[in-house]
């Protein structure tokens, strides 16, 4: 045990403690900025089974906030190097790398398994999706935010409420790290936070973390947070499907263009523009299924449908259907 021993000390941990983390099975969703720390610290305190999941590949552009990869790992699938350099970091636990996007179609059986699930994906519709089906399972879910120089980390589900209790609407826009920037000591500390408080979660330590905010400002070196165990669940909440959830008789309204996807997430959808929602008029009992890129314009669409009292509705993320 002398790999543990300074950890050890501390009397939320002993041989007990270590023993909790041995034998936990965390999935982390995403080995970009935010999985990096994450991965490292989980796999550096013995978290015994840790699932990767990322279909991206390294690029160079990535390597100013994501210090486990290296020139040489350049087109190699991220979650396969993340997977090989905490192995060559702890080879006492078991590490397994899956080189696919997480969708609502698998969701479900990963929270079930999972003791814990890290969401470090950069991906809104990522985040309902994990958060929906945690909620579900019971699992208890560390999300994070991360844009310019300030971010935020929230323990959701488990005995705690989701993520649409805290966010029941999306942002204006779907800005991300890759289209607005970031500096790679900023997903660092969030990173960081996030394992701090996954392994507070696996201890069960005193006071709890579940159903607390952490709010980071790293331009004005400023950290704030709150209590959000008594926000309530939203009466109604559009989920995100996957392509194989679709249903005959549904509606599907893809709002992607021909120059962004030449290819209509299904063949049976019809290409729209926001400009075409007052005139969709479904039948009584019809599913209405909005798809775009990343959600958000679905998640936009599916307000302005609802406005107009139609509310049998799914959402689809091109990015994230699996």
């Known amino acids: ?17 270590q023993a909790r983390l041995s034998n936990a099975r965390v999935a982390v969703i995403g080995a970009g900025g935010l999985g990096c720390p994450v991965l490292q610290y989980l796999a550096g305190a013995g978290v015994g089974q840790i699932e990767i999941f990322d279909p991206d ?7 100013h906030r994501q210090p486990i990869y290296r020139m040489a790992d350049l087109g190699r699938p991220k979650a396969t190097v993340a997977r090989d350099t905490l192995r060559a970091l702890n080879p006492q636990i078991t590490v397994e790398a899956y080189v696919e996007a997480l969708g ?14 890290i969401d470090a994906a950069d991906s809104f519709a990522v985040s309902y999706i994990l958060s929906d089906a945690c909620l579900a399972a019971g699992t208890p879910l560390i999300s994070a935010s991360v844009l310019g120089q300030t971010g935020y980390i929230g323990a959701f589900c488990g005995r705690a409420p989701s993520l649409r209790a805290v966010f029941p609407e999306l942002p204006g826009t779907g800005a991300t790290c890759a289209t607005a920037g970031v500096l790679g000591p900023v997903v660092g500390v969030i990173g960081a936070l996030q394992a701090q408080i996954a392994l507070r979660i696996l201890l069960d330590t005193t006071p709890s973390s579940e159903g607390r905010m952490v709010t980071a400002d790293l331009t004005n070196l400023h950290f704030g947070g709150f209590s959000f165990l008594n926000s309530a669940e939203p009466d109604t909440a559009t989920p995100f499907i996957a392509t194989h959830m679709v249903q ?13 996807a030449p290819d209509k997430i299904t063949t049976r959808a019809k290409r729209v523009t926001m400009a075409d929602l007052p005139s969709i008029t479904p039948s009584p009992d019809q599913r209405v299924v909005l798809c775009c890129q990343s959600g958000l314009r679905a998640w936009q669409a599916a307000n302005v449908l609802h406005a107009r009292g139609i509310g049998h509705l799914a959402l689809m993320a091109a990015k994230a259907c699996a």
Do not use: C, F, W
């Open 1 to 17: 045990m002398t790999r543990y021993a300074r950890q050890m000390q501390l009397p939320e941990i002993g041989e007990a403690g």
């Open 57 to 63: 590949r390294v690029e160079e552009s990535n390597l």
């Open 104 to 117: 609502p179609g698998k969701a479900p059986a990963l929270a079930a398994a999972a003791d814990l699930v």
């Open 248 to 260: 005959g008789s549904d509606l599907i309204l893809d709002l992607r263009d021909r120059h962004e």
